[in-house]
């Protein structure tokens, strides 16, 4: 059922654009996230992360070039100032120019066999592809059905499809295991946390960005102790709200990193918590806890970088 009803175009409101112009873009991107940009080809994206000096996420963002001298970033709205302004502060002698072009451009998400129709075939995540002036980028599949996003000039028509309910676009971003950073949770996790290093957002072999040091130790030290889970809960909780394990009230093992409502009743969710709590009952609060039910992750953590 959900797969039927994961179908159709949705306007995706909660999303911003930062634009980086000028010959030195992607070099100074390269230097700033945790992605690879030096090497990005115009038919790919990235899935990245912008960290603080600790290695904690201040902002995740898919990038993109429009073209050798242009590279759009997209963020969540409510990051998307602070990000700007810190990004903007380590430009100095680079040819790069940092905007907030979020008025400039149109986002829409796409889903089930709108991808196809509208893109003409589907792709691998984090693959770009040109349709006339707009740029979709294929991301992690949902309830089976393949998703994209959709940016293009302002000015030009929205893609053409069935709606679909917004609602359902942020339950999809949630069942695709991919977490968006939000403000609720700046600097609250180090990448791995998040899986990033499993789903495209972290290079082992790029050159060194603010943090690097940090997550190349929780990669290769072995000192990584959470992870990203997906669960569903009969009623609703709060992003950041903290998850505990039912054998112990008193220390938090995680926290809701991401929630949306689910089709079915009640919502979905990502958290981060200790991977030693995933075999334990867990509930969201300590006093008159939510219970949380485990999902399958929808893709395989990788045991080797």
Known sequence: MTQLLLNGIAPLSHLGVIRVEGEDAAKFLHGQLTQDYALLGLGEARLSAFLSAKGRMQASMVGFKRSATEVL??????LLATTLKRLSMFVLRAKAKLTDASADFALYGLAGDSVAAVAGSTAP????????SASVVHLYPAAGQPRALWVAPATEPAPAGPALDPALWLWSEVQSGVPTLTQPLFEEFVPQMLN??????VNF??????GQEVVARSQFRGT???RAYIAHADSAVAVGAEVFAASDLEQPCGMVVQVAAAPSGGCDLILSMQISAAEESLQVGAA??????????????LDDI
């Open 224 to 226: 990584l102790k959470r």
């Open 196 to 201: 990033y290093e499993s789903i495209g957002g």
């Open 288 to 301: 008159d806890g939510v219970p949380l039910t485990l999902q399958s992750l929808p893709y395989a953590l």
């Open 205 to 210: 072999k790029k050159g060194c960005y603010p």
């Open 125 to 132: 995540a984090w693959t770009r592809a040109e349709v006339g």
């Open 73 to 78: 970033l997209v963020i969540s709205q409510d």
